[in-house]
Nanobody
Framework: QVQLVESGGGLVQPGGSLRLSCAASVSISNINFMGWYRQAPGNQREFVAYITGSGTNYADSVKGRFTISRNNAQKTVYLQMNSLKPEDTAVYYC?????????WGQGTQVTVSS
């Protein structure tokens, strides 16, 4: 059983930055896949970024602006978000897969508005 807790969301002006954190309840050293997804009101949940032992991957809409990283010792995955746009407004969720089972956090709200 893996519990994920996101934090770091909030209200930011367009062009600003936020760093989201996803803290896991267990060691993530042996967990390959850690990802971030988001869901805006009225929209389906969509992929944002993931990190594995092989590298990282990003949605086209965030490429060059967002950076995903992980600190296995702290059991935490981060999402650094720069040059934020109003269309980045959403609830951001952390996801992992361990033992063939998907785990999701409860989400953290990011609002980009002037």
């Amino acid at each position: 059983q893996v519990q994920l807790v996101e934090s770091g969301g909030g209200l930011v002006q367009p062009g600003g930055s936020l760093r989201l954190s996803c803290a896991a309840s267990v060691s993530i050293s042996n967990i390959n896949f850690m990802g971030w997804y988001r869901q805006a009101p009225g929209n389906q949940r969509e992929f944002v970024a993931y990190i594995t032992g092989s590298g990282t991957n990003y949605a086209d809409s965030v490429k060059g602006r967002f950076t995903i990283s992980r600190n296995n010792a702290q059991k935490t995955v981060y999402l650094q978000m720069n040059s934020l746009k109003p269309e980045d407004t959403a609830v951001y969720y952390c996801r992992t897969n361990d033992g063939g089972r998907d785990y999701w956090g409860q989400g953290t709200q990011v609002t980009v508005s002037s």
